[in-house]
Each structure stands twice: as C-alpha cells, then as structure tokens.
C-alpha cells in the first residue's frame, strides 16, 4: 500500500491523520490540529512545495491579554504561512496555519491563538528551522550555504546569529577566570585582533578588532580590581607587550611564555645556522646533502636516532644509519656540533619540567655573553668597529641572538616559569586551535567584512553547550524526507 492510498484510508479518522502529521513534524502543540490532507503546489521561484493545512485553536478558554477578561466571543480565522524544515531545499516545507480570532467583550479588542512552541509571534519560520540555522551556525558553514539549505534570506541568518549571541551581555563579566591565555588572529580585513581564553575551560573570554595595549588595558579595566587581582597565570608567546601589560592589569599574575614557542625559536635559530654550514659546500656535494636531505634528524633527540638499522640513502650513495648521518655531518662543524647539544639540553630541560637545569643553562649562557659584550666594548674603544672574527662570528649566529632574547632581565623569569612543574597543564596549545578554527572559518566563507557578525559566530561556535537532546535538530528532517519519497 503506498502513501496516498494508506491516508485514503484513514480519510474519515482526522485524529489518527493528526497524530501522524504532528509525528512528522515533530511538532508538541497542544491547539496546533492538523487534520487534513497535505498538498503539493507550485510556489513562487519553486515547482514543487508541499504545504500542510492546520488550525491553531485555544487550547482552553481564553483572557483577554489587554484587560483581562474572561468574557470573550470566537471569530473566525487569521491566515499565515509558517516555513518548516525540509530535507531537500528544492522541496520545501511550509504550514498553510489558520490562528483562531476571538474578541473580548469588555474592551473590545481582538487577539489570536499564539503557541510559542510552534513558532514566536509575527514569525514567518517555524522554532525548527530557527533551531536548525543555529546548529549549522555551529559548523564550518558559511552564510550564503545555511541560506540556501533553509530557504532564508541571508537577513534572517544573521537575525538568528543576534538573537542567540547578544554582545551586551558577553562583553562584561562576573568575574575573570583565574588562568588566561593571550593570542592574536587575523580576523576580518586581515586585521590582527587579540583574542583571549580561559586556560583551563577553553571558552572565549575576549575578542577585540585591535590588538594595542590601549584596547587591552581598555576592556580589561571593566573589570574591579578585586576581580583581576583574582587571575594567577597569564600565557602568552614572546610577543613584547604583552608581558608588560598583563603585569600592569593583574598585580598576582605570574607570566608564562609557552613553551612551544620557546622551542620552536630554538629549532629556527639552529636550522638557519644548519643552512650557513650547508651553503659552504658544492650544492652536489655528499657533505651539501647530509644537510640539505636529513635535516630532520637534528631535531630529534638523540637518544630516539636509529643506531642498529643502516639504510640506504639514495643522496648519500650508501647505507648508513640515522645516528651515523647525525654524527658525520656534526663533526664537519665544530660551532654546530656546540649547537645541537645546547638546542637538546634545552629540549630535555622544557619537556621533563626541570627548572634547574633550564636556569642554569640560560644564565651559565647569559654570562659568557655578558663576557663578550665586555670584549667587544673593549676591542671597540682601543681599534674602533673592526671586530676580530671570533667575535663576528657570535654576531652572526642565530641561535646565540635566540638565546640573548630569551635571557633578557624581561624575559628570564617568565620563560623559567615555561618548565616550572607548577604551570605544567597550562599553555597557548587551546589558543592556537582555535586561532586555527577561526582561520579555518575566515578562509571558507571567504572573508567575513563585518566583525561583529564574525565575533558573534566565534562566540556562539566556542561557548556553545549542546542539550541531551541536541542530536534530534537536524534529525527532525525525517518528516520531509517521508512526505517527498510518498508525494514522487
């Protein structure tokens, strides 16, 4: 028996034909009846839409909502269209919905039945669609796709994007959290907006269209001075200021530069030294190669490089193993050699939290090049500016100017605070990806012009908390994938 023929049957049973398109719909509307056959109709721009009559009557005796009174008269009808969620948007949903009319006697004023549960009042779209455009809002969608897949003008997604997210109510808070992370992402324009996050929850706390300590210490002194002596650690990467304001803003902060980005700085500063010792060789050179081809293997640690299994390497014209080719290519370059053990005490040092090794190796390096400094003031005052080549060569070496950078009376405690057991769980790991969510958005819708819209996004998408029964949203479609495989 198909579809038509099973509702013939059930022609003359308009309550089982009401319970079966409230099933469907998945609507709970207590006044809302919908006992009779739906249709389908061509419809403005599309050949095919499937409208569904229903009445939506008082579900007991109505009150006046003006003054009150009970004594009222029933009228007719009030005509309106309300659209529904549809699985396929070329065969769209709407409810053909009649509101019951009634007029109070005592003042003369006419009303009609509401449900708002079915739909809020003056609406052109039923709750499910709302609910629908929300959960799209929440995935990497963009704008124009969530208003072709629900039949919306693009107005009416960004109706919804304001009625979920309100930025009144987001800007000031109760109280800041006692763990912050501080970053900055390109938003719209390819501007650098600061952003800042809970450390321990990983909700969005601050998203400013500028990143000047000005705009900082401008929404950071919303807040009472009782509620920010409340923070205790600020995470942050190396960026200057940062630093220093978080200092001014929170008296008990302690600073602490992200450890990824102290070994990422390491790891740049040796491979640009690697490539100076490589550019010394013959570009087809086995020595140019052992550079070039396995630069990976100086990154590792040294006690994690195969010693046992030799292969052969097709640059190298032979079979060696990754220690061997770690070990040949060191010994071509004293400076490096140096290099690569200090950049791996370092490692060790961050990644086991040893806090006394990391301090000692900085400030054991923090006074040798102190000790050049007073060498190179020296050799200035009695020969001028020709500096002999051992001291050209500290000039020019990368990771010594890393090293000098991380040392600096600014930045010594904040990056020992990177390998303090204390502040093990806390780093920029959450604010970087979410910086990448939010690139990963910009880059799909194209560019987003209006940063408030943009904001509103990334506040509705981080601190969004899905209900127990979130997953029936989008699996209320049912209704139309029945109706459109029965009405073909």
Known sequence: M????????????????????HLYLN???????????????????????????????FPQRPTCIFCGSKAVEYHS??????????????FPVFIELKKHRAKCLTCSHCFQA??????????????????????ELLTLTTMKDITNHNNVSPSTV???????????????????????????????????????????????????PGKSSYDIEKFFNGFSLAQRARVKTVTTDLNAYYASVAERLFP????????????????????????????????????????????RLFLLEPAKLDNEHPRYRRQLKRSMTDAQIVSEALELSEELLLSHNVIHKLHRAIIC?????????????????????????????????????????????????TLNTLTTDKNLAH?????????????????????????????????MPNFTNMKKRIILWLNFKPKNDAHKVLGRARFSIFWQKSMK
């Open 158 to 208: 960004v109706n919804v994007l304001n009625e979920s997210v309100t930025l009144s109510s987001f800007t000031l808070h109760d109280s800041l959290p006692e763990h912050l992370c501080f970053d900055e992402v390109r938003t719209n324009d390819n501007q650098l907006s600061f952003i800042c996050i809970d450390a321990v929850k990983h909700t969005l706390v601050a998203l400013l």
């Open 252 to 295: 008990n902060t302690e600073i602490i530069i992200d450890r990824f980005h102290i070994i990422k700085m390491i790891n740049q500063a040796f491979n640009h030294e690697r490539v100076k010792k490589m550019k010394l060789f013959a570009k087809p050179s086995v020595e140019y190669n052992l550079f070039k081809c396995h630069w």
């Open 77 to 90: 009808y009030t005509p309106s269209t309300l659209k529904h969620i549809a699985a396929d948007p070329s």
């Open 27 to 57: 609507i709970t509307s207590k006044g809302l009846i919908m006992d009779e056959m739906p249709h389908v109709e061509p419809y403005k721009k599309f050949d095919r839409v499937l409208f569904v009559p229903a009445k939506l009557k």
């Open 415 to 447: 990056v020992l605070n990177a390998a303090n057991p204390k502040f093990a769980k806390y780093s920029n790991g959450p604010i970087e990806g979410i910086n990448r969510k939010i690139k990963l958005l910009r880059r799909l819708s194209f560019g």
């Open 2 to 21: 198909n579809f038509e023929d099973y509702y013939n049957t059930l022609s003359s049973h308009q309550d089982e034909i009401n319970q079966i398109n």
């Open 353 to 401: 939290n040893d806090v006394l090794t990391l301090a000692r190796c900085l400030r054991a390096f923090k006074q040798s090049f102190k000790q050049v400094s007073v060498q190179k003031a020296q050799w200035t005052k009695k020969h001028g500016g020709a500096y002999p080549k051992n001291i050209k060569n500290i000039d020019n070496n990368h990771l010594i100017q």
């Open 114 to 135: 509401e449900d708002a549960d079915l739909a809020p009042k003056y609406a052109q779209k039923t709750n499910q669609v709302t609910q629908k455009i929300i959960s």
